[in-house]
C-alpha cells in the first residue's frame, strides 16, 4: 500500500522560538519530513525567530543539524536538505521589544497562507499577539499555533483566551496537544465510527471499565523548575489524558468536522463527575538505577509535587454510568508505554465450565511506541482435552498490516503543522475545551493542597506507588501490564 500524499496550498510560517528545543527536535525536522514526502510547495517560506541575533545562513546551519539529528526520513538526502534549506530565513525579535518586526513584515507575503507558531513559554504568548495585531501582521486570514501549557488553572486559561481573543478570531487559534496528532489517536475515531462492530458496544452495558495509561521512563530532564510548579496532573491529565479520554468517551459526532467533534469532546469533559480523594493517588519517583530521585531533580527536598498520577473517574452521562475509566500516568516508570484499554465484560452465562467466566474481551489501542491495536479474544487452547479457553491477541501493528506506508506516517507535529496550513482545526483544543478541562482539574489540586497532601514515593523502573495497584484491587480489578 503506497502512501498518499496531498501537497498543502503555498505558505509562511513563522516561528517564534525558531531556536529553542520544540523548533529543534519536532518542528524544523517534522517541515523537513513534509518536504522531503512533496507535501510542502516550492514556493513555501519557513521564518525562525528569536532574540538571538544571526543571519538566515547561521539559522540554516541550526535547522540542517537538527534534521541530520532527528528526521527519521530524508536525513541523508543532501540535495533534498539544501533545497529545503532555501526556504528558510531569520529574523531576530524580542517579543517583549518593538525591533524587529518591520523587518517580520517585509518576510511574509501577502495573500498567502500565513500561520504563526508560539513556540516560546506560555508567558509570551500574549505580547506576541499583541505584537502581531500592532505590527499589521494579524490580518484575517493568518492563524497562531499555541504550544502548551494553556494557563495552569481555569482563571489563567480564562485569561489566556481573552488575550488571544482580543487580536484573533478563535478560528485562527490552533491550540496544540500533540497527542491528538498520532495516527493511532485517530485511528481510535476510525475504528469506533468506521465500523459497525465495535459501537453498539461501547457502553455501560458492555465494557466493565478503560484504562488509559501514559507511561514515561525519563524523570524531569532538565525542565524541573517548570515541572515542580505543574506535577503530573497539570502537565500530562489535564491535557494529553483527557483528550484521550474524550475520543473514547464521546458520543458519534454528526460529521467528522472541527466544531462537531469538539462540542462532543467538550460534552464529555463536562459530564465528568467530581474525583474523591481517595481515588486520587500521587507519587513521586524515588533515586534508583543510577538516576536521581524526584526531588534531586527538581531541587526542592520539600517537594510536594507528583510525578505520578492515577485516578479514578466517571463520566455522569447515560452511556457511561456505572462504567468507571482509570487513568494513570508517571514518569521513571518500568516502561514507556501510552495505552487505552477497552475491557469489556465477561460473558453473562458461561456455558463451557468454571473457567470461562474469567475470560473478557480486551480492545488495546497503543498510542506508543509500536502503535498499534490489538483485540483479545477468547478461543478455545488447541488440542485434546475438552473445551479449554484461552485468551489470544488478534494484533494489528500498523507497521506489520500497512507495511511501508506505516513507516511514513507523518509525526504528530508534522501531521498538525500541515493542519495548520490547511485550516483544519479538528485536532485542536477549542478554547471552551481547555477551560472546561481546568474546571474539573482545579477542585481536585485545590482538594490536595487543602489537605497538604503527600505523595507516595515509587521505586524507579516500578509501575507506581503501591497504592495505585490498590486503586483497583479495591474494585477488584487489576492495571494492565505496562510494557513497551
Ligand atoms: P526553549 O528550548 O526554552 O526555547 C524557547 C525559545 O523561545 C528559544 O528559541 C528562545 O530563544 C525563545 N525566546 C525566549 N524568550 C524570548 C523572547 N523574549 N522573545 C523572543 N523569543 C524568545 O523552549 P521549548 O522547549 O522549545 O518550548 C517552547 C514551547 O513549547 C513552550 O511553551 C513549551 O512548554 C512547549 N513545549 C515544548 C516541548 C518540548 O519538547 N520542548 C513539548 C511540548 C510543549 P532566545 O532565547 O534566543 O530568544
Not at 502548551?148 to 478563535?170: C, M, Y
Not at 523548575?225 to 494529553?240: E, I, T, V
Not at 487513568?327 to 521513571?332: E, I, M, N, S, Y
Amino acid at each position: 500500500m503506497v502512501s498518499r500524499v496531498i501537497p498543502v496550498e503555498t505558505f509562511d510560517l513563522v516561528i517564534f522560538g525558531g531556536t529553542g528545543d520544540l523548533a529543534r527536535r519536532k518542528i524544523l525536522p517534522g517541515l523537513y519530513r513534509r518536504f522531503w514526502s512533496g507535501q510542502i510547495p516550492e514556493d513555501a517560506r519557513i521564518i525562525g525567530s528569536s532574540r538571538k541575533e544571526m543571519d538566515d545562513e547561521a539559522f540554516r546551519a541550526f535547522t540542517r543539524a537538527a534534521i541530520e539529528e532527528f528526521a527519521v526520513d530524508g536525513a541523508g538526502d543532501k540535495a533534498k536538505i539544501a533545497e529545503f534549506l532555501k526556504k528558510l530565513s531569520y529574523v531576530a525579535i524580542d517579543a517583549l521589544g518593538e525591533n524587529g518586526w518591520d523587518k517580520l513584515s517585509v518576510a511574509v507575503r501577502p495573500g498567502v497562507v500565513r500561520a504563526y507558531y508560539f513556540s516560546v513559554g506560555p508567558s509570551l504568548f500574549g505580547a506576541i499577539a499583541e505584537r502581531l495585531h500592532k505590527h499589521n501582521l494579524a490580518d484575517d486570514d493568518c492563524r497562531i499555533v499555541v504550544e502548551k501549557p494553556f494557563g495552569h488553572d481555569l482563571d489563567s486559561a480564562r485569561e489566556l483566551n481573552a488575550t488571544l481573543a482580543q487580536f484573533f478570531k478563535e478560528t485562527q487559534i490552533y491550540r496544540i496537544d500533540h497527542y491528538l496528532g498520532k495516527e493511532t489517536v485517530q485511528n481510535l475515531m476510525a475504528i469506533r465510527f468506521g465500523n459497525v462492530l465495535f459501537e453498539p458496544l461501547w457502553n455501560s452495558q458492555y465494557v466493565d471499565h478503560i484504562q488509559i495509561t501514559v507511561a514515561e521512563t525519563v524523570g524531569v530532564e532538565g525542565r524541573g523548575g517548570y515541572y515542580d510548579k505543574s506535577g503530573a496532573m497539570r502537565d500530562m491529565m489535564q491535557n494529553h489524558l483527557m483528550q484521550l479520554l474524550c475520543l473514547i468517551a464521546m458520543e458519534p459526532p454528526s460529521k467528522f468536522d472541527h466544531d462537531a467533534v469538539r462540542d462532543e469532546k467538550l460534552k464529555v469533559i463536562r459530564a465528568l463527575g467530581d474525583v474523591a480523594p481517595h481515588h486520587i493517588v500521587r507519587g513521586q519517583y524515588l533515586a534508583g538505577d543510577g538516576n536521581n530521585g524526584y526531588r534531586e531533580d527538581v531541587e526542592n527536598e520539600r517537594s510536594h509535587t507528583e510525578s505520578f498520577i492515577a485516578l479514578k473517574a466517571q463520566i455522569e452521562n447515560w452511556r457511561w454510568a456505572g462504567t468507571p475509566f482509570y487513568l494513570r500516568t508517571g514518569k521513571r516508570l518500568k516502561a514507556r508505554a501510552s495505552e487505552i484499554a477497552v475491557v469489556f465484560k465477561e460473558i453473562q452465562h458461561p456455558i463451557f465450565g468454571q473457567e470461562e467466566g474469567h475470560h473478557r474481551n480486551i480492545l488495546s489501542i497503543r498510542v506508543q511506541p509500536n502503535e498499534g491495536i490489538d483485540l483479545t479474544v477468547t478461543i478455545k487452547e488447541p488440542g485434546p482435552g475438552g473445551m479449554r479457553l484461552v485468551d489470544v491477541p488478534l494484533d494489528m501493528s500498523f507497521a506489520d498490516a500497512l507495511g511501508p506506508s506505516a513507516e511514513s506516517v507523518p509525526d504528530a507535529y508534522e501531521r498538525l503543522i500541515m493542519d495548520v496550513i490547511r485550516g483544519n482545526q479538528t485536532l485542536f483544543m477549542r478554547g471552551d475545551e481547555v477551560e472546561a478541562a481546568w474546571a474539573w482539574t482545579d477542585p481536585i489540586i485545590d482538594g490536595w493542597q487543602a489537605r497538604n497532601d503527600v505523595p507516595k514515593t515509587y521505586d524507579t523502573g516500578s509501575t507506581g506507588p503501591v497504592d495505585s495497584e490498590m486503586l483497583l484491587q479495591r474494585d477488584k480489578r487489576s492495571w494492565r501490564e505496562i510494557e513497551p
